[in-house]
């Protein structure tokens, strides 16, 4: 087909015109099983009644005014936020990519304030934290330095999970303003740190004045079983990044920080247009609600297990599976080759899933998965494998 979108995304061959819960249709009338969330977005699943009312009423009462005026909306939903993370204040944004601009900015100017002429940003090895010019910098990926270089300067890239790694950095520099991490990373395979590591990690930072920043756009809102997956780690970041799943598919960002870093970023040092209008804080506020009032976090809890047991007793032991990571609704398959086209694959099957590193089958369910979808998704994934590779 001759498109006149920029082909900047390698598109699989199905259009879908409805989602209805767990669920997707395609124009040919085909129905598939979401294990993606349009990548960890629509946890609550698609179509979700109370959400789309909302957006109803809204959009017939007021979309937009500008941040030059009170939103009332955008209050309340940063001290939602904050009573969730231990924040103090919220930023708001449109993206993932945008709240890691804010916290890259907090960085630069708390390491200014400190007196560093050249404040530097300690950023791991395989992570991912978006597409625009700061957080594709932070971001791991060689390829895209090499394209579109010259990365902005003043990050120090350590290796994920290896204390040693950051002492060193520590030792080595003195300006160092702030730690910018994934607690568990998503586009680098579903992996996550040790417990160990982070505890250590967040006393280092307090004790030599440096910011830890963790990027909850991918883990964030119960996807881990918890509200947020540094809390499984029992510390408190100073800056923590989220967005995908708060809108359940409206566009809404956030970056929230507490104590010092709370007071970096002073009027007319950042802004946004749409960052925080009536639409998307009215649909955070009730994405929100809807995850409290369901207890979400305690179903992805029973359905996390429902998939570790299935998961155990069904790909385990095939050849092929080297290894298989369950953080709540945040899966990782990996296998011991290459398995992209399995993608295409699933689809055919009716399931929606995505391949991340080239060999980890990633899952992002919905939350409010049932039992019997997790069932369903870990007996497609065995057929997809046993059929395609040697056991
Ligand atoms: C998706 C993602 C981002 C980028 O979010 P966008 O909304 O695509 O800009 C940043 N960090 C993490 C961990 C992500 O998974």
């Known amino acids: 087909m001759n498109s006149n979108v920029m082909p900047t995304y390698n598109r699989k061959p199905v259009t879908f015109v409805r989602g209805d819960g767990v669920y997707l249709y395609d124009d040919k009338g085909n129905k598939y099983l979401d294990a993606l969330c349009g990548l960890a977005v629509t946890s609550l699943g698609h179509s979700h009644p109370i959400i789309s009312k909302i957006i109803k009423d809204q959009s017939q009462t007021l979309l937009h005014t500008s941040n030059a005026f009170i939103i009332e909306h955008q209050e309340l939903l940063a001290k939602r936020l904050c009573q969730l993370t231990g924040m103090d204040n919220a930023f708001f944004c449109n993206s993932g990519a945008e709240s890691v601009e804010a916290a890259i900015k907090i960085a630069r100017k708390y390491g200014h304030e400190r007196g560093y002429s050249n404040p530097k940003i300690v950023v791991m090895s395989n992570s991912f934290h978006g597409r625009t010019m700061g957080a594709m910098s932070a971001t791991s990926n060689k390829n895209s330095h ?48 040790d417990i160990s590591y982070l505890q250590e990690l967040d006393r280092l930072c307090k004790e030599n004045n440096i910011l830890l920043m963790a990027d909850e756009v991918q883990s964030g809102f119960c996807r881990t079983g ?31 920080a507490r104590s010092e870093a709370a007071n970096i970023l002073k009027a007319g040092m950042h802004g946004s247009t749409f960052g925080g209008n009536y639409l998307s804080t009215s649909v955070g506020l009730t994405v929100l609600d809807i995850m409290r009032d369901s207890q979400l976090c305690m179903n992805v809890k029973h359905i996390s297990n429902a998939m570790k047991r299935a998961t155990d007793a069904e790909l385990k032991s095939l050849n092929v599976v080297s290894e298989i990571r369950i953080y709540g609704m945040m899966i990782g398959i990996e296998l011991k080759s290459n398995c992209t086209e399995l993608v295409v694959k699933a689809l055919e099957k009716g399931l929606v899933l995505n391949v991340t590193k080239e060999k980890v089958i990633r899952l992002l369910p919905p939350l409010i998965c049932k039992e019997e979808h997790i069932l369903k998704i870990v007996a497609i994934i065995k057929q997809l494998i046993t059929e395609n590779y040697e056991n």
């Open 146 to 193: 090499e394209s579109f270089g010259p990365i902005i300067e003043g990050l120090i890239r350590v290796n994920f999970n290896n204390i040693d790694d950051i002492k060193n950095a520590i030792t080595s520099n003195s300006d160092i303003a702030a730690v910018l991490l994934e607690p568990i990373q998503g586009e680098g395979g579903i992996i996550s740190c």
């Open 226 to 256: 918890k509200w947020f997956s540094y809390q499984h780690f029992d510390i408190i970041p100073d800056v923590v990044m989220v967005a995908k799943a708060l809108g359940n598919g409206v566009p809404v960002g956030a970056c929230l």
